[in-house]
């Protein structure tokens, strides 16, 4: 009887042991990839006038679904729409662009399944899409302005701590002088109406630190 409890504690120790994966609060890396234009110098198309940028990012891991990730990037922006039709009175060769901006951020992320290696009763996913959005600002062509980011990303759990993604937000500016031409339209702009805008597509690789306290089962 003693032997066949020892068998079933040894298996049942295995069991708890391929369950448990480790989390943890924070993690911390680099990305790098393109910054494209939206505005009144981009009507040519999205990515037609791509730049290069990078920067860092760390999260704030709430629990497997939920993040708050934080970034600060640096990219260029550049744009011609000289050949576009504008009112008699705008000069057209003012409508021609290639500057940088300074972004900076806080997104709220929210994960399509459980993020982990998938050694967990929590049914966790190495592979995970999520959606995200998020309060920012941004210094650039000589303005500050706060920003909206908004888009979606899918990362991969490469090991227990080393994580991987691709990222896309679209930055909602509240300004129209980050290109430094300022409504050419004659647009009566308003509250994030007739305003610049940019393009993040990033790849990052991030690792993980800070293990999350875990509660005694005994």
Not at 31 to 56: E, H, P
Request: with cysteine; net charge positive; charged share 20%.
């Amino acid at each position: 009887m003693k032997f066949v409890l020892l068998i079933i504690a040894f298996v049942a120790s295995l069991s708890l042991k391929a369950q448990t994966e480790m989390e943890y609060k924070m993690e911390a890396g680099g990305m790098v990839g393109t910054s494209a234009y939206l505005g009144d110098a981009g009507n040519t198309g999205l990515y037609k006038n791509i730049c290069f940028g990078g920067g860092a990012i760390a999260r704030y891991n709430l629990n497997p679904r939920m993040a708050l990730k934080f970034n600060i990037a640096y990219g260029g922006l550049k744009g011609d729409a000289s050949g576009n039709a504008y009112p008699d009175d705008v000069d057209r060769n003012s409508l021609k662009f290639n500057k940088s901006v300074v972004d900076f951020g806080c997104q709220y992320e929210l994960h399509f399944w459980a993020y982990g290696t998938g050694n967990s009763y929590k049914n966790t996913h190495r592979l995970v899409p999520y959606i995200q959005m998020g309060l920012g600002g941004l210094v650039g062509n000589g303005t500050f302005s706060l920003c909206v980011p908004i888009g979606f990303g899918i990362k991969y759990k490469v090991a227990p701590r080393l994580n991987i993604g691709l990222d896309w937000t679209v930055r909602l500016s509240m300004t129209d002088r980050i290109d430094g031409i300022e409504d050419p339209f004659r647009v009566k702009s308003g509250f994030m109406k007739n305003k610049d805008a940019y393009c993040w597509t990033m790849i990052y690789v991030s690792y993980d630190f800070m293990p999350r306290l875990r509660k005694c089962n005994n």
